[in-house]
């Protein structure tokens, strides 16, 4: 019960309303853009590139949630994690609808080529299909009905969606990788942190401070 | 007012879209008391106001053959939607960060296998040949495409005043070096500075031209100023910008997309769209300023230059020699 009633602190359900605020901003935003018709010369490539890179974004956000919660010993962060992941999804389904109604017209000839022709295509693709499973089970009944440990290793899945989603980035610039470099180089610090021999350097650090329990 | 309104059928068009009322009129009753005569509205956008640069207005410019029944892009997206690596790889960057630049004095070194290798500076250039106005596509590889009114002097009329010899077989471009003043160039993505070319009857081609302006003024900065190669059926990074060297040559001349990806870029780089890309498929394109729910339109062969070109490549594989 103790348990229970720290998840409900005031504090935390304000953390987690102001995050998922947050994650809306880009939506909002960029719709704001497209209505007043200030997405400049190409709005469409506009709107697929906002949503792909806010895609990859919150990915990253979300695998950063469980070293932060080994780093920092702040447990509730990882009820965070599921919000964060759907919202990473939430906009890898714009990104891909974007480009398939918007970009491509809806012609299957030219998405069928797409798949078949084009690696960075192919790649992004298969990093929006590992999203699929991950966002279908992540209600408790789901993960009830899984079981805790098959659920788990399922979604270790989330870490080759993101490789993907970084791929996918590095394989569209012509020139210039800085971008997906700082991208790539995150995920490899975030999957590094989950190395068994990492993790208990990891809760080692002095940045962990044992929580108070919470009151009352 | 002289300007005609047929004469460009649907392409041309009217002030009053790309700049607010208001501005307009102030400008052209600021012309009228400035005691500018008809010659300033001999050319519809002649006296347009600039919107995303203050270009100085070209004197003395002529009509062309060359013009499209199409609308054109808008100065404001032709100005702010570029390719333009030395200032950055964003398509906003080169309007961004093109300020520092500074396109005059200028002058172009002409040599290699010519009888007359010589230099030819910016106001010799614009002084010695007519300044046309050409109303051309411009497709890039990356499926997208603009209508844009340049003005410039055809590239066959300034080379022959070198005198090519037989040996020259191509003709190889130089943009210039100066990484104080192009951002993108102090930073090593690609092998700077940037060259192409082209082999001698695509440069004689009377469709090539050495760009001095848009929308009837000086070029800006992020648009290649103050000189560019335009081949408007070709992809648009052959139209090399900020030209400082021409070399005729023998053999074909190392291109700089070419070099950083050749089973992309070859060294052709004509607009086809029956040859896939392993980025973008080439059959369609979007036209840049469309809306958000315009759908993108086929991409003609030779970027519909195919009676003029076409000749050049009889014979030649395309897909091949892309």
């Known amino acids: 019960m103790a348990r229970a009633a720290a998840l409900l602190r005031p504090g935390f359900a304000w953390v987690k309303a102001g995050i998922f605020l947050a994650a809306l901003i880009p939506f909002g935003a960029i719709v704001a853009a497209a209505v007043s018709g200030e997405l400049g010369a190409n709005p469409v490539e506009a709107l697929i590139h906002h949503f792909g890179e806010w895609a990859l974004r919150l990915m990253l956000v979300t695998l950063a949630v469980t070293p932060l919660r080994r780093l920092t010993g702040w447990n509730q962060a990882v009820r965070l994690r599921r919000m964060l992941g759907l919202f990473a999804f939430f906009y890898a389904v714009l990104h891909l609808a974007t480009y398939v109604v918007l970009d491509r017209s809806l012609l299957v000839e030219e998405l069928l080529e797409d798949l078949t022709e084009r690696p960075y295509i192919m790649v992004g693709f298969a990093a929006f299909v590992m999203l699929v499973p991950l966002a279908a089970t992540s209600t408790n009944a789901m993960i009830r009905r899984i079981g805790g440990r098959r659920w788990r290793l399922l979604h270790r899945l989330a870490y080759a969606a993101a490789a993907a989603g970084v791929v996918h980035f590095w394989w569209l610039v012509k020139a210039d990788v800085r971008e997906p470099f700082i991208h790539a180089a995150i995920l490899a610090v975030l999957l590094i942190l989950r190395l068994p021999p990492v993790v208990p350097f990891l809760r080692s650090l002095p940045a962990r401070r044992p929580r108070r329990p919470a009151a009352g | 007012m002289l300007i005609k309104t047929s004469r ?315």
């Open chain 2, 8 to 322: 460009y059928g649907p392409g041309r068009v009217r002030p009053s879209e790309i700049t607010p009322k208001g501005v307009w009129l102030n400008r052209r009753e600021l012309l009228k008391r400035a005691g500018f005569g008809a010659a300033a509205f001999a050319v519809p956008w002649a006296s347009w106001p600039g919107l995303a640069h203050a270009g100085r207005k070209l004197e003395n410019l002529v009509e062309s053959g060359w013009m499209l029944d199409e609308d054109l892009t808008s100065l404001e997206d032709i100005t702010t939607y570029n390719n333009f690596y030395e200032f950055g790889t964003g398509k906003g960057d080169p309007a961004r960060y093109s300020g520092g630049f500074k396109p005059l004095p200028w002058s172009i070194r002409v040599g290699g296998e010519c009888e007359k290798p010589g230099v030819i500076d910016y106001e010799d250039l614009i002084g010695s040949y007519p300044v046309e106005e050409r109303v051309y596509r411009l497709r890039c590889v990356e499926a997208w495409s603009m209508v844009v009114p340049w003005a410039g002097v055809q590239l066959s009329e300034v080379l022959r005043r070198f005198q090519p010899t037989s040996k020259a077989k191509y003709a190889a471009f130089e943009t210039v070096y100066r990484p104080e003043e192009m951002p993108g160039q102090e930073r090593g993505f690609l092998d700077w500075p940037y060259v192409e070319g082209l082999r001698i009857d695509e440069a004689m081609h009377p469709l090539s031209l050495l760009a001095v302006g848009l929308y009837g003024e000086e070029l800006p900065n992020q648009n290649g100023a103050p000189v560019r190669l335009v081949v408007p059926w070709k992809y648009g990074y052959k139209s090399i910008k900020s030209i400082v060297s021409i070399t005729f040559v023998e053999e074909e001349p190392p291109t700089t997309w070419n070099q950083q990806a050749p089973h992309e870029y070859g060294f052709y780089s004509n607009v086809n769209p029956e040859r896939s890309h392993p980025r973008w498929s080439q059959k369609r394109e979007r036209r840049v300023g469309g809306s958000l729910f315009a759908s993108k339109i086929p991409t003609l062969k030779f970027n519909g230059y195919e009676e003029e070109v076409a000749s050049l490549y009889a014979g030649m594989d395309l897909i091949k020699h892309h």
